[in-house]
């Protein structure tokens, strides 16, 4: 590890700053990811077992890591006698190869794409790009974000940070669709036209991977708008992607997942479609590339390696008071919120170290963590690593930071009800002084909370 | 190719070993109706389900549900309304303009609405997304209380390829406004057996 500072890193709060500038839209980002985690809080209390089956996700993700050698290989060993191809791959380059070498070698100039964070991380769409081959991604939301040029901003909810007349303007300029005042049925409508044009003229289909099963040899893939299975289906090849964690030893533990999953994720007892692709249809090819790309280092780290159980589920974003607030692109990572804090450091640590002090340390995340990943627990020691390697100094304007985030809205920390916790625990009044100053710049002092915070302090002096 | 060097990396940095936990299925369940709790679940995914008798009342009930339906596949034997020659298709292309398609589900799942479908249930695995609109067959019987009866049912499948399926297509990428009939199908109706 080399010289660390502010400025050689993305840093999350001047990063931030961009967001949070529009003070209406961080208002309505905020709400709209709070009515998502309260739909998740409506369908996790309607489980029977829910904690239960938690800790259960957490033993078999756990189990699962401790051999991830032989279910990996008991995985090829089966997928290969489906039918389908296993290819593996170290890093990104290593996996963009493969995914290129094997279009090239059906001549393919169109590929439809579902959701897949993987490819995102692996920079995919825009290597196969300049090698000519168009890439359509075909979830909505990335279709949207793909068009306007811009990453995911949440894992699940990709466009989440658009609001509907940007995406009227960019559908009026991309698919020549009419001005309608961002009616959501109509640009749905629309969207479900362009891209069953492109389902049916690709000559592959690529997918994402939500659960690989060791014991059968298929892969389980979960959405809402049926793309994947447009998609797959109508291709005469299907390219699945996996980071090596997805895998899980038997079709009776993703039950387990399969329970938790979407209600975790959107509130949604299940997605619409959960599909099991085992073998190639008739005439037709399958493969599935396997991606390590940083995941045997962090399977490695002791304090750090429960992180690679994560479903990708994004409840930790939708319930985190800083993400909520800065948006996804405040991140700078694929995986934004405080699991992409967790994972990103382990890949540079100096490139991301500003992460983990993105956060109150409220423990909102590891509470709705439905593989019980203690998000919070670690990004406390990736801030005692990061700070005494480079010192305290770093930490403490880190910290400040996020507190300008907190308090860049007054109604929004009010309303999060979670100032004491975050106070209490994380700053001395001279920063929050300071921090606010740096933060509000031309808007006044948000009375209230200041308020709160000195009375509160003053009372614990006392 | 990178499997040994993957793999020799894992070896060194994996965990001892951590046991796999029992799934004790009889903690989960709730007694709650199976044939109530499927309905009211699939009804909050925004399918919509039919009470029938007999198989005899499907193609009645479907022309009077889908009155403008012109191309339509029956995969159901017993329901004689479909109206191409399914024998002749081989791609998606040919099922482009499909209006409805009718497949018979294996079981349903009460906690979400689910049924459970495969190879066996079409002849072409596009047809349950292609079509604007699907009618499922399910016999009442067939419904399991939740995902882990499902999935212990999944190994006597030895198909290709198999979907769970939670009413009609979706999506809430547009300012979380939901809307019915994404990339798949625009409404799913389930008919359901007594
Ligand atoms: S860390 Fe947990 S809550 Fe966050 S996305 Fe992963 S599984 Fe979901």
Redesign the pocket.
């Known amino acids: 590890m080399g010289s660390f500072s502010e400025h050689s890193m993305n840093n999350h709060s001047s990063a931030a700053e961009k967001f949070i500038h529009n003070e209406d839209r961080v208002n309505w980002h905020d709400k709209a990811l709070w009515f998502v985690r309260e739909k998740r809080d409506v369908a996790a209390s309607s489980v029977k077992g829910w904690e239960e089956l938690r800790t259960l996700a957490a033993a078999i993700k756990a189990h699962t890591l401790s051999h991830l050698d032989e279910y990996l290989l008991q995985f090829e060993h089966e997928a290969s006698a489906n039918g389908a191809r296993v290819h593996w791959a170290m890093n990104a380059e290593e996996h963009n190869e493969i995914v290129y070498n094997i279009l090239r070698s059906r001549s393919t100039t169109l590929a439809v794409k579902s959701k897949s964070m993987l490819t995102e991380e692996c920079g995919l769409n825009h290597f196969l790009e300049r090698k000519g081959i168009e890439v359509v991604d075909t979830d909505l939301g990335e279709r949207i974000v793909q068009l306007a040029n811009e990453p995911p901003s949440h894992?699940v909810m990709p466009a989440i940070h658009k609001k509907r007349e940007e995406i009227d303007e960019l559908f009026h300029h991309h698919l020549n669709t009419e001005r309608s005042g961002g009616n959501a049925e109509y640009l749905a409508r629309e969207a479900r036209k362009h891209l069953r044009e492109k389902f049916l003229s690709a000559g592959a289909a690529m997918t994402g991977v939500n659960f690989a099963i060791a014991e059968t040899g298929a892969v389980v893939v979960c959405t809402n708008e049926g793309n994947a299975d447009m998609g797959v289906h109508a291709a005469p090849l299907h390219i699945a992607c996996m980071g090596m964690e997805k895998i899980i030893p038997t079709t009776e533990h993703l039950g387990v997942f399969l329970r938790l999953l979407a209600r975790?994720a959107t509130g949604q007892p299940i997605t619409a479609y959960t599909s099991f692709y085992r073998k190639p249809k008739p005439g037709c090819e399958m493969h599935i590339v396997i991606v390590d790309n940083g995941r045997s280092e962090q399977l490695a780290r002791e304090n750090f390696r429960s992180s690679l159980?994560?479903?990708?589920?994004?409840?930790?974003?939708n319930t985190c008071p800083v993400y909520r607030r800065s948006g996804g692109y405040s991140y700078g990572f694929t995986i934004p919120?405080?699991?992409g804090s967790i994972l990103s450091p382990g890949i540079d640590v100096k490139k991301y170290g500003s992460l983990p002090f993105a956060s109150t340390l409220c423990g909102s995340?590891s509470d709705?963590?439905?593989?019980k990943?203690d998000?919070h627990a670690q990004l406390y020691a990736w801030r005692q690593i990061i700070s005494t390697r480079h010192g305290a100094s770093i930490g403490k304007r880190m910290i400040m930071s996020v507190a300008g985030i907190m308090f860049s809205h007054p109604a929004l920390f009010r309303a999060a009800g979670i100032g004491g916790n975050f106070l209490q625990k994380v700053l001395p009044p001279v920063l929050i002084n300071s921090a606010v100053r740096r933060w509000t710049k031309q808007r006044d002092l948000p009375e209230a909370p200041v308020q709160t915070f000195s009375q509160w302090y003053k009372k614990r002096k006392t | 190719m990178s499997r040994d060097p993957i793999i020799e990396k894992i070896r060194n940095a994996k965990p001892p070993d951590s046991s796999l936990p029992e799934i004790d299925v009889s903690r989960f369940s709730d007694e709650s109706g199976k044939a109530e709790t499927f309905i009211r679940n699939l009804e909050s995914v925004g399918g919509r389900v039919v009470h029938i008798s007999s198989r005899r009342e499907i193609s009645p009930q479907i022309a009077a549900l889908f009155p403008d339906a012109k191309e339509i596949v029956s995969c159901v034997e017993g329901v004689d309304c479909g109206t191409i020659d399914t024998g002749k298709i081989s791609s998606a292309k040919e099922l482009e303009k499909l209006d409805l398609a009718i497949i018979e589900a294996h079981f349903g799942v009460a906690e979400n609405g689910a049924v459970w479908v495969t190879d066996k249930n079409f002849f072409h695995r596009s047809i349950p997304f292609i079509a604007a609109h699907v009618v499922v067959v399910l016999q009442q019987e067939k419904i399991v209380e939740n995902m882990h009866e499902a999935c212990a049912r999944l190994n006597e499948f030895h198909e290709g390829y198999g979907v769970f399926i939670s009413g009609p297509s979706k999506t809430a990428d547009i300012e979380q406004s939901l809307v019915i009939g994404a990339q798949g199908p625009l409404s799913l109706t389930v008919f359901l057996e007594y």
């Open positions: 894992i975790s159980r994560c479903i990708r589920c994004g409840a930790c974003m919120g405080p699991i995340c709705v963590c439905p593989v990943i998000i």
